[in-house]
């Protein structure tokens, strides 16, 4: 089957209110969806999440096909199973991980030779061979194998690398519809299949982003993406990236736009029509001791919070903000101590989850008014 | 006050079922006490500790004392509410990490001059000195100064450490009840201070364990602990020093062995009448990839586990063992992720304070039939 998408609500900013129907979960939209890389959301328990109300995380394929392996993964029943998160998960393509953290990297039309971060050995991926790791793994919802073109690119460029990436998608979407069925638990979920989404390049041109879109949408995926955003480019770029590109994607299918962002930006996007999100930011910031709060980021190093007995966030009624003080936090962060970065992580994807529970109802309540 | 303790249950081998009436919980005994050296038992949040059955856990003054410091902590009302743990603490004196951290030590009749393991900074405790520390963090039992006296020490050396021993153990006593009210929570407590245990030492010498718990008695600390043990003497030198010790010792006032053991040793010790016992071990051996199960130690990062759906121990239900599989905590070890520390610490302590609640009930019902 295909993603089932409702959006049951819109406002006039093109922002909805939806639903997605995917096999081990029902996930409301707009949804942020935790980074998971390996497997786990660095340094925080799976029960912890489910309390945070995080219906969907993401799995990394490029890493966990190296460790533990998907085979592995496929033996042991797939990811949900291996992690134990029963909910809904995704996984991108392998590509962005591929071309940022693995070495003498050798790309042609076929794929992408490369060397693994880990133990140098050599790997390539296809889309073909990405299709077999996503099906392998089991996530609900997977993602075609894309190049991420780089910040800055000029045109020739991100044409060259446009081209692989439609190549790329068509091949992903026939080795998908060929073996979808192979998922480890297509028999126990009476036949479901995983869902997939192709994904937009094209730098940041705006006509190659229509010739993407376009392309993609005639290729018919179960959802789209907007890829290659929030590589280092001005932040009105991105927007208006994101708003060219919103418009060419079909109303009845989820849009994601991969690696985005701030809060204020997720918020922004999510109030134009995008569906989904994700990004490292909540979890990366706080090992690195930046919280978000109300009133703007704050790092908690500072020595200013020495002896603040306040919580965090005074406006937050997360499990950290309820129970621990900005000065013990920064105590932790300071000493190194590994609680830290779980303590600092649950705050931060809280406050991530709980703007798009605010999005959300925002987004009902102006609709029903509108 | 006093420590209240209630020794209602004994056996012919001299294990005894307990409780211990401190000012911020009271502590059924015998007790395995979690090691929270910096203010938190590491990678464990403390929601996590109370869901385990955690009655009571360390803190280390030498690390507090160096980072946040003692009075910052004082000012913000204790070491409870800092880490945000109303429940039983313990503080060692500082005494042990003043000798096994840090650099440049020189000790006297007055105490001790040593550099800070973190910044090289130079510091004196003495007895009077490590009462002061600890009477600002407001742990519910406190710790008389020692020199914990390395191994292997000859005999002039064993009596020259003892000397310093015995010495700081009346020093910090007189010095503690000159002070006890000045501990943070004196007056939202009505009136109630800390506890003070005296520290038995003497080296694997049996003469001068004797002479040092003697004199200890003739004090009247209000509980007396067995120092100087597992710093790498032979098990059954450690057992023969508990053994020979725990006679002279009052029957009406807690009995604890510090820095002990293996999941056997406490439960041998429990039984011997050892009433209160802490050890990194659980939590030090869980960040190695070491996990205590009921069929012995496994290393998790093992291969034969790769693929090991299993629980980490089939006899146990703690929420790791419910949820996770070998495979998947073997993952985490191998990939060096935050979580695994996390895991691996909750089971292993779920496991050391399994078989104190086993042990607990063991000694009711030997009681009951004897």
Not at 57 to 80: C, F, K, Q, V
Request: with cysteine; aromatic share 8%.
């Amino acid at each position: 089957m295909t993603v089932n998408f409702t959006a049951f609500n819109s406002i006039a900013s093109g922002g909805r209110r939806g639903r997605l129907d995917l096999s081990h979960r029902t996930v409301e939209t707009p949804v942020f969806m935790p980074v998971g890389t390996a497997g786990t959301v660095k340094a925080v328990p799976q029960d912890i999440l489910e309390s945070l109300g995080a219906e969907i995380i993401l799995g990394n394929t490029y890493h966990l096909y190296l460790r533990p392996g998907h085979e592995a993964i496929r033996r042991m029943g797939g990811l949900h199973r291996f992690i134990s998160w029963p909910h809904a998960m995704l996984t991108d393509s392998g590509g962005f991980q591929v071309f940022s953290l693995s070495a003498l990297r050798k790309i042609s039309d076929e794929g992408v030779r490369f060397r693994s971060h880990l133990d140098g050995s050599s790997h390539v991926f296809t889309p073909e061979h990405s299709m077999d790791v996503q099906i392998a793994l089991g996530a609900d919802v997977i993602m075609a194998f894309d190049e991420c073109t780089e910040y800055p690119a000029d045109r020739a460029r991100a044409e060259k690398s446009l081209r692989y990436t439609m190549g790329w998608a068509r091949r992903s979407l026939d080795h998908f519809r060929a073996h979808r069925n192979e998922v480890p638990w297509f028999e126990e979920s009476g036949g479901r299949t995983q869902s997939l989404l192709g994904i937009v390049q094209g730098g940041m041109y705006r006509d190659l982003r229509r010739e993407s879109a376009e392309r993609l949408v005639e290729m018919d995926f179960d959802g789209y993406a907007i890829g290659g955003l929030a590589v280092g480019e001005p932040r009105e770029v991105t927007l208006e990236m994101i708003a060219g590109t919103l418009p060419l994607l079909p109303r009845d299918k989820p849009r994601y736009v991969m690696g985005v962002g701030y809060p204020d930006e997720i918020e922004l996007y999510a109030k134009m029509g995008v569906d989904m999100m994700d990004c490292v930011l909540p979890t990366r910031a706080a090992r690195h001791a930046l919280l978000f709060t109300r009133d703007g980021r704050i790092n908690i190093k500072n020595k200013q919070y020495a002896e603040d007995q306040g919580p965090p966030d005074p406006n937050c009624d997360c499990m950290v903000c309820r129970r621990y003080s900005r000065a013990y936090l920064r105590h932790l962060t300071t000493a190194g101590e590994a609680l830290a970065a779980t303590l600092n992580s649950i705050h931060n994807l809280a406050f991530y989850l709980g703007i798009m529970r605010r999005v959300r109802s925002e987004l009902e309540t102006a609709a029903n008014a509108g």
